[in-house]
């Protein structure tokens, strides 16, 4: 039997090839071993072979591997045993390079890990006035960690956010059983090297060393976190409230009745956004349908990949409600929806026949471009006050985007007699037109 070792992200290979030749630096971020290398130096780099490009101009380079740095006269062992982080030498790095970029035709620049070359922005953004140099870029750990860094090269970046496997890259390459496949998916994510791995031994121990040791980690070296324990409990309760409304308030009082900690609302903002800024959390605010405003708190906070967030919690809470809204939203991101909360107040009797203002809740407002979509992640409709309950928030909108209730149970999508269309998750995420029906 043939053993697949190649995982499909034709997706984010697309995005990359639509790119080509646009006068930008193409920034491939993501969290930690999201897969952008692969994507770079192996997916991409064979279409640009299948395009007949020549192999020699196609140059990579991996700022962190000792083959490379031997090219240059860069001695890995010393880079490594250095005190301090020592950059690449960008002259080094130059007098190697420039004597390949003199023939006729377009070259490719993939470069991976390139915040580890100094003065790596200075580099890449003399690169942009060479006409016949395409750039592509992945990094990770310091600048590079950062969402900020498209600022790096003067607005002249283009980035392409590389997420964990969604559900249908995954089960492309595990195949099986659906249902067990994605029971398998939402405990254990989708990052590559979990998927490659074969017990759930395995899997538990990587994820759990892979959030002590390297995602957290460079956290807090990037930021010198001083109370290394004060920001793992603030991602503790974080993971255990994906998918709920909360605010730094309400976490700063958690930990200071709960787990016995003086922290103040201020620092539990801090780390949230140190969470973000390196693609390990997703802030969402809220959204007022009618009065088409933002609301600033409390907000909604998912995890980039679920298995981090399980592992977090040493595999403890595996709320099947929870976990599928945030799998919802991750495949919202990955489609490359720009993903809202949404309210929608009225003026509603109550059991007394007093009127009363009534806020309720549109799980998803999912919007590109002209197309806008409403979303319901409902775990189970068991009876017609759960499917009354959860249609009441569509109803208030008072327009005409399409309405989505998604559910467990597997259910091809069908429309019902309000005109929402009511679907199965697995339909959903195994159908990238599954919006469109």
Not at 239 to 268: E, F, W
Request: aromatic share 10%.
């Amino acid at each position: 039997m043939e053993i697949k070792m190649e995982i499909n992200r034709d997706v984010y290979l697309n995005r990359l090839i639509v790119r080509k030749h646009n006068c930008f630096i193409k920034v491939i971020t993501g969290i930690r071993r999201c897969g952008k290398s692969y994507l770079l130096n192996t997916l991409f780099y064979k279409h640009l072979l299948s395009e007949g490009v020549g192999e020699n101009h196609i140059i990579r380079f991996a700022f962190d591997t000792a083959e490379d740095l031997l090219k240059i006269g860069e001695d890995p062992i010393v880079l490594d045993n250095e005190k301090e982080e020592r950059k690449v030498d960008p002259s080094r790095f130059l007098t190697w390079l420039m004597p390949q970029i003199r023939g006729e035709g377009m070259y490719y620049l993939l470069l991976d890990e390139v915040q580890k070359l100094g003065a790596f922005e200075s580099v890449l953004n003399g690169f942009l006035r060479k006409q016949n140099v395409d750039v592509y870029v992945t990094g990770s750990n310091s600048k590079f960690l950062s969402k900020d860094i498209l600022t790096e090269f003067e607005g002249r970046g283009d980035e392409v956010h590389v997420l964990p496997l969604s559900f249908s890259e995954y089960y492309a390459f595990k195949e099986g059983d659906k249902s067990e496949a994605y029971d398998d998916y939402s405990v254990y994510g989708g990052l590559p090297a979990v998927v490659l791995m074969n017990t759930e031994e395995q899997k538990t121990n990587y994820l759990i060393s892979q959030m002590k040791n390297v995602y957290l980690r460079d956290i807090v070296a990037r930021y010198s976190v001083q109370d290394e324990s004060a920001l793992g409990e603030v991602i503790d309760v974080i993971a255990s409230g994906i998918s709920t409304l909360t605010n730094p308030r309400k976490i700063a009082a958690t930990m200071n009745s709960v787990h016995g900690m003086n922290i103040s609302d201020a620092t539990v903002d801090k780390y949230i956004t140190y969470g973000e800024e390196a693609f390990m959390l997703s802030r969402v605010k809220r959204y007022n349908v009618k009065g088409r405003k933002y609301i600033g708190t409390p907000y909604k906070i998912y995890f980039e990949d679920l298995g981090l967030r399980n592992a977090r919690l040493s595999f403890r809470q595996i709320e099947e409600t929870h976990i599928m809204e945030n799998i919802i939203y991750n495949e919202l991101r990955y489609r490359g929806y720009q993903v809202d909360v949404g309210t929608v107040e009225s003026r509603e009797k109550d059991t007394n026949g007093k009127e009363i203002r009534v806020q309720r809740e549109i799980d998803f407002i999912a919007t590109l471009g002209s197309k806008k979509y409403y979303i319901q992640s409902a775990y189970a409709i068991p009876d017609k006050e759960k499917y009354e309950q959860e249609c009441k928030s569509f109803e208030r909108t008072m327009d005409s985007f399409k309405k989505i209730i998604i559910v467990e149970k597997s259910m091809k999508p069908r429309y019902d007699e309000n005109g929402y269309l009511m679907m199965g998750v697995k339909e959903f995420l195994l159908d990238g037109n599954s919006l469109l029906i």
